[in-house]
């Protein structure tokens, strides 16, 4: 139909440059490929994406579908995904990722019966997907919003949540401009949100009736961590009576800031455990670098180095495990954006947190460091140098180390029962038999 002026509307607009915006994104990704790993694996895992879908999922399974970003919100799904499965024992678990980084590392990850990439949006996309998945029940973490996906979804009515969701005045959804972000929105049955001044801005545009605070389901996930620790070996032998401080998703930026914190002489006797969020070769080899007194946890394990006093991760999946033995974490990511990285991993242990300026947009930093439980660094002031005065600090202030601890432990434990409130919800609104 030709386009006219009448019906040529806010809608239709958004929808021409949502269209452009996705075949660009498509023909970046596809462009880049052959230079970037990641570019490489978002289109690679996508090829063929329906026929994968269709030779696994039959017409008669019963499915519930969870869909993440990535990594980060993968672990807010997850406690999620594992009482979903308990709950409803006739139905299987469809996950899928946006990012590579998430699908990448939980590709493998038993808890979901199929684990696939989410198809770049778009409409015979979405209704292709849905055709083949026919779930009973959807669940978006956090911040998905795909127009197409939504839509299709509602207009099948399909029970569909948005968990763990934190809403910020500054979002589109807000503006004068974000009639089609609230329009997304309103597709969901129900928006479960992390705190409360998140619930009032929906509020504020009309979407009060279908929102309510929930907390934050990684709260759950990190205290089930800490409950079922195991040892991870190798690390007491290296610890041995020494304080440790473990930094964990460091980046370039976090590392110097921790070469530069060993410099104090206070600290002469502090172990450090790195797990870098990226753990390539060059990245590794540029650690061992940094840290002279070093040596790669695959290798101290067969033949530990007496001298190094720092031992780089070089493995995925332990990190969370390895802030059991800190005296107390440095998180990184914030000193870039968009951001530090997850700092409950290591506050559920009772461990006091350190972490960069880049935190303003994580609610649990800010209430972490309300608490006591956490201190930040700034770039305004040598933050290397400022984080070696606090570690000797605490080093030789045992009340406060405790204090920190018990601050950072208490926090996390009271935060508890989000996933919880969102099964009741979905018990109470739909009977799944």
């Not at 660094?377 to 290397?384: A, F, I, N, S």
């Amino acid at each position: 139909m030709e386009l006219t002026l009448q019906n040529f509307n806010l809608l239709n607009l958004y929808l021409i440059f949502y269209h452009i915006f996705l075949f660009l994104f498509r023909v970046g990704l596809w462009t880049a490929a052959p230079f970037h790993a990641k570019a490489r694996c978002w289109v690679k895992g996508r090829i063929g994406i329906f026929k994968k879908m269709r030779a696994q999922i039959n017409p008669q399974d019963r499915v519930i579908w969870m869909h993440v970003a990535s990594l980060g919100e993968f672990e807010q799904g997850r406690p999620l995904i594992e009482r979903l499965r308990k709950e409803y024992p006739n139905h299987k678990l469809l996950l899928t990722f946006f990012s590579p980084s998430g699908y990448e590392i939980r590709k493998n990850y038993a808890g979901a019966d199929w684990i696939f990439y989410l198809p770049l949006d778009g409409p015979k996309t979405a209704k292709q997907f849905l055709d083949i998945a026919h779930p009973e029940l959807v669940l978006f973490v956090k911040y998905e919003f795909w127009f197409f996906y939504l839509k299709k979804i509602s207009y099948r009515k399909i029970p569909l949540l948005l968990v763990s969701a934190i809403f910020r005045k500054e979002m589109s959804f807000f503006r004068w401009y974000g009639g089609i972000s609230r329009k997304m929105a309103a597709r969901f049955d129900h928006l479960f949100v992390q705190d409360k001044q998140s619930l009032e801005l929906l509020k504020n545009i009309g979407l009060g009736s279908i929102s309510s605070v929930s907390g934050d389901t990684r709260f759950d996930r990190v205290v089930e961590i800490a409950v079922t620790h195991a040892p991870v070996e190798g690390i007491e032998q290296f610890k041995a009576s020494n304080p440790l401080l473990v930094a964990g998703s460091t980046w370039p930026g976090d590392e110097k800031v921790i070469a530069r914190a060993l410099q104090n002489p206070g600290n002469s006797q502090l172990k450090v455990i790195i797990a870098p969020h990226e753990v390539s070769n060059t990245h590794l080899n540029e650690l061992r670098v940094l840290f002279t007194q070093s040596q790669l946890y695959s290798a101290y394990l067969h033949s530990p180095d007496p001298h190094a006093n720092v031992l780089i991760i070089d493995s995925i999946g332990l990190l969370s495990k390895l802030y059991h033995y800190a005296t107390f974490a440095y998180v990184g990511g914030g000193f870039k954006l968009p951001g530090i990285h997850n700092i409950l991993e290591a506050a559920v242990f009772g461990k006091p947190v350190f972490f960069g300026p880049h935190h303003q947009r994580f609610l649990e930093a800010i209430e972490l460091l309300e608490q006591g439980g956490a201190i930040a660094l700034t770039k305004e002031v040598d933050p290397g140098y400022t984080l070696g005065l606090h570690l000797a600090s605490l080093l030789s202030d045992t009340p406060k180390l405790a204090s920190m601890g018990s601050a950072a432990y208490q926090y996390v434990h009271a935060k508890q029962g989000a996933t919880e409130t969102i099964l009741d919800f979905i018990r109470k609104k739909w009977t799944f038999e």
